[in-house]
Antibody
C-alpha cells in the first residue's frame, strides 16, 4: 500500500527547534518530489517547502525561509523538515505529501496523516 | 499568485448541484488542483490539471476552467461529500491554496 507516515510533532517553546519526519512505503521513494504543507487551526492550507527527487532542488515559503530546512534520505525512504527559531505562528498540523508525477500538473496525490506542532510557552 | 475561492461556505441538501469557483490573480493555464478535506483528515486529491478526475474519484465531481477562472462542480451531492474543498495553483512557487469552501448540510 502506498503511504506516508508523519511523525515528530509536539509541544515546543518559542525560539525552540523540532524535526519532523515522514516515512514512505509502497512505492519508489527516490523517484518523487515531496512537499510539506501545514494548516494552522481553522485556517487554510499553506505550502511550506518542496524538495526534488534527487534532493538537489529545495524551495521554501517566505514565512519559513532561513528557519526551516527540508531534506531527504533516499536510502531510508525518509523525508525530514528541520524547524528552528519557532514562533507561535508555526503552530499547525504539518503534512508531508507526494507530487503526483513529473509535472505539477498532476497535483499532490499522496498525503501523510499529519503531525501536530504546537509552539507555546 | 493569489487564489480566491467563493463562496466560503454553503448549506445544501443531499442531491443538490454544487458549484465552487476559484479565481487566480494571474494566468495559471491549467495548473490547478482541487482537494477535499474532512475534519481531522488530510486533503484528498479530486481533480488535477483543472479538469482531470483523479483515479477512484466519483464521476459526480468535475472541474473546468483555464487561465484565471476555475470551477468545481458536484452534480448530485451525497452524504459523504460534506467537507471543505480547496483549490491549489501549481504553476509557480509558492504553491498557494484558496481559502476553502465548507459544504454543510442544510
Amino acid at each position: 500500500e502506498v503511504q506516508l507516515l508523519d511523525s515528530g510533532g509536539g509541544l515546543v517553546q518559542p525560539g525552540g527547534s523540532l524535526r519532523l519526519s515522514c516515512a514512505a512505503a509502497g512505492f519508489t521513494f527516490s523517484g518523487y518530489t515531496f512537499t510539506w504543507v501545514r494548516q494552522a487551526p481553522g485556517k487554510r492550507l499553506e505550502w511550506v517547502s518542496t524538495i526534488s527527487a534527487s534532493g538537489a532542488g529545495t524551495y521554501y515559503a517566505d514565512s519559513v525561509k532561513g528557519r526551516f530546512t527540508i531534506s531527504r534520505d533516499n536510502s531510508k525512504n525518509t523525508l525530514s523538515l528541520q524547524m528552528d527559531t519557532l514562533s507561535d505562528e508555526d503552530t499547525a498540523v504539518y503534512y508531508c505529501a507526494r507530487k503526483a508525477g513529473s509535472s505539477w500538473l498532476y497535483g499532490v496525490d499522496v498525503w501523510g496523516q499529519g503531525t501536530t506542532v504546537t509552539v507555546s510557552s | 499568485i493569489q487564489l480566491t475561492q467563493s463562496p466560503s461556505s454553503l448549506s445544501v441538501s443531499v442531491g443538490d448541484r454544487v458549484t465552487i469557483t476559484c479565481r487566480a490573480s494571474q494566468d495559471i493555464s491549467n495548473y490547478l488542483a482541487w482537494y477535499q478535506q474532512k475534519p481531522g483528515k488530510a486533503p484528498k486529491l479530486l481533480i488535477y490539471a483543472a479538469s482531470t478526475l483523479q483515479s477512484g474519484v466519483p464521476s459526480r465531481f468535475s472541474g473546468s476552467g483555464s487561465g484565471t477562472d476555475f470551477t468545481l462542480t458536484i452534480s448530485s451531492l451525497q452524504p459523504e461529500d460534506f467537507a471543505t474543498y480547496y483549490c491549489q495553483q501549481l504553476k509557480s512557487y509558492p504553491l498557494t491554496f484558496g481559502g476553502g469552501t465548507k459544504v454543510e448540510i442544510k
